[in-house]
């Protein structure tokens, strides 16, 4: 998986999320034998974030103090990391 996507991505949604008060930032981890970069939303009602790893694998986790959620994902094309930040919109009540 293509890492710099999910900048791409974040980059193409940044303006409905800023209109929408959403607090966001796509950061890259330190370079390992398994990089990742991830997605973290928040707004004032819940958080989320996706955490996506070159070999494909993705898990997003979301929720509030009292409650949240998690699923994980095996991705293989951009189109499916777009999906997958879609998903993570639709948990935080974006979408």
């Keep these: 998986m293509d890492l710099a996507a999910l900048h791409e991505i974040a980059d193409q949604r940044r303006s409905a999320w800023n209109a929408a008060g ?6 890259d981890g330190p370079l ?9 939303l ?3 009602q819940v958080e989320g974030q996706l955490t996506v ?6 898990e997003m986790d979301w929720g509030t103090l009292e409650r949240g959620g998690s699923r994980h994902y095996e991705l293989d094309t951009r189109e499916s990391l777009g999906a997958c930040v879609a998903d ?3 948990a935080l009540g974006l979408a």
């Design 42 to 44: 928040s707004t004032l």
């Design 53 to 58: 790893w070159v070999s494909g694998e993705a």
């Design 22 to 27: 959403v607090r966001w930032a796509a950061t």
């Design 32 to 40: 390992t034998d398994k990089p990742a970069a991830w997605l973290a």
């Design 88 to 90: 993570l919109e639709k």
